[in-house]
């Protein structure tokens, strides 16, 4: 059964470096017909794509978003992750890790975690 | 890239059905679409793909009372026999060139 789980730090300060990881059980990131992605959603707010991620490397971004995020991901480990730089409060958001079938949306979910940009 | 319209918010009384609208963009008729329940505090979960030809594709465990249909740009989710743990934001989302939207989201309210 696949499990998605979001780890990483709850707060960060403004302006520094923001990372998350998704740790994968129950299927493979190398497998093909899935891509990996990030979801974040400020309080009170709707949810915005960030990313996804592709066996074969590629990754996409949102536009409003690409030149402050970087998502990788490390097969050996089999979790894949997420860099923000230079947040600001307004990155304070519950973020999800999430697993799609292409070509299609996403189909699965991981349980979130709320970071918090404050000093 | 396409943009998705939802409602704010719909409200149906226990036990009786309600109908949500995701309206696509124009020049995006033809798009697909998912649909997600984030009950209160909780990840989202999928429900179904949704095609515009109406057909659709619940995920493991989606309840029968959930159903979805299509009308040119328009992409519904119906509720059937309302239930308390209904009452969630229900999101649509679609892609294009293997980048994502998701809608402004409907808060539905269960009477």
Known sequence: QLQLRESGPGLVKPLETLSLTCIVSGDSISNSNYYWGWVRQPPGKRLEWIGSIYASGSVFYNPSLQSRVTISGDTSKNHFSLTVISVTAADTAVFFCARGVKPHGIQNWGQGTLVIVSS | ?111
């Open chain 2, 1 to 111: 890239q396409p943009v998705l319209t939802q409602s704010s918010s719909a409200s149906a009384s226990l036990g009786s059905s309600v109908k949500l609208t995701c309206t696509l963009s124009s020049g995006h008729r033809s798009y697909i679409i998912a649909w997600h329940q984030q009950q209160p505090g909780k990840a989202p979960r999928y429900l179904m793909k949704l095609e515009g030809s109406g057909n659709f594709n619940k995920g493991s465990g989606v309840p029968d009372r959930f159903s979805g249909s299509s009308s040119g740009a328009d992409r519904y989710l119906t509720i059937s026999n309302l239930q308390s743990e209904d009452e969630a934001d229900y999101y649509c989302e679609t892609w294009d060139s293997n980048t994502h939207v998701f809608g402004t989201g409907t808060k539905v309210t269960v009477l």
